[in-house]
T-cell receptor
Framework: DTAVSQTPKYLVTQMGNDKSIKCEQNLGHDTMYWYKQDSKKFLKIMFSYNNKELIINETVPNRFSPKSPDKAHLNLHINSLELGDSAVYFC?????????FGEGSRLTVL | AQSVTQPDIHITVSEGASLELRCNYSYGATPYLFWYVQSPGQGLQLLLKYFSGDTLVQGIKGFEAEFKRSQSSFNLRKPSVHWSDAAEYFCAVGASNTDKLIFGTGTRLQVFP
C-alpha cells in the first residue's frame, strides 16, 4: 500500500518521442507535485497542483504537460523528448508543508 | 525568495563516529525547514522538520537538528553513525506564502566500517 506510487520506474526512449509518467497518491492529500532531479542530484520543482488546479509552473518548457484527472492523480506527459530531459522525475504529495515522495521514474533519452 | 546552501558535497565518517551536516538558508521570515534522506535508487524520506517552537527537533533514525536563527542554519546531527546511514541528505526550506520547497544540492554521506 505505497503512499505515492509512480509508473514506470524506468523509461528508456529515443529523442523526439513522446512519453508519460503516471503518479497516484492514497494519502488523501490535496496538493501534488512534480520535481526533476538531474545527474548532480539537484532537485527542482516543476509543477504543483492543488485539487486538480495548476498552482506552480516553474518556467518548464511547454513540451511538458501535467494533467490531474482527480486530486489523487498527477500525470506528466513529455513531447518531443530531448537529451537534456534525461533525469529522475519525482512525484510528491502534501497535506500541509511536508512532502511525501514517490520512488522516482528514471528517464533516459538516447 | 528563499534559498538553501549545503556547503559539504561529500562527507566520510567511520561507523560509530558523530555526524554533523551543515545547512544554511536564506529567507526573510521564519522558514519551514526540513531534512530529507535519499538512499540509492529510492525516493526522499523525511527525517525531521521545524515549523516553530523548540529549536532542537528530533527525527527518525536517531537524527536531530537545531534551528539557529542568528546563523540562518539548520544543521543535522547524529551522535553515532551506522553503516545504513550512508545516503544522500537534502536540506529544504519552505515559505509561508507558497507550497514550494527549495532544496539544497545535497550532501553525500559515506560510512566506513
Amino acid at each position: 500500500d505505497t503512499a505515492v506510487s509512480q509508473t514506470p520506474k524506468y523509461l528508456v526512449t529515443q529523442m523526439g518521442n513522446d512519453k508519460s509518467i503516471k503518479c497516484e497518491q492514497n494519502l488523501g492529500h490535496d496538493t501534488m507535485y512534480w520535481y526533476k532531479q538531474d545527474s548532480k542530484k539537484f532537485l527542482k520543482i516543476m509543477f504543483s497542483y492543488n485539487n486538480k488546479e495548476l498552482i506552480i509552473n516553474e518556467t518548464v518548457p511547454n513540451r511538458f504537460s501535467p494533467k490531474s484527472p482527480d486530486k489523487a492523480h498527477l500525470n506528466l506527459h513529455i513531447n518531443s523528448l530531448e537529451l537534456g530531459d534525461s533525469a529522475v522525475y519525482f512525484c510528491a504529495s502534501s497535506g500541509g508543508r511536508e512532502l511525501f515522495f514517490g520512488e522516482g521514474s528514471r528517464l533516459t533519452v538516447l | 525568495a528563499q534559498s538553501v546552501t549545503q556547503p559539504d558535497i561529500h562527507i566520510t565518517v567511520s561507523e560509530g563516529a558523530s555526524l554533523e551536516l551543515r545547512c544554511n538558508y536564506s529567507y526573510g521570515a521564519t522558514p519551514y525547514l526540513f531534512w530529507y534522506v535519499q538512499s540509492p535508487g529510492q525516493g526522499l524520506q523525511l527525517l525531521l522538520k521545524y515549523f516553530s517552537g523548540d529549536t532542537l527537533v528530533q527525527g527518525i533514525k536517531g537524527f536531530e537538528a537545531e534551528f539557529k536563527r542568528s546563523q540562518s542554519s539548520f544543521n543535522l546531527r547524529k551522535p553515532s553513525v551506522h553503516w545504513s546511514d550512508a545516503a544522500e541528505y537534502f536540506c529544504a526550506v519552505g515559505a509561508s506564502n507558497t507550497d514550494k520547497l527549495i532544496f539544497g544540492t545535497g550532501t553525500r554521506l559515506q560510512v566506513f566500517p
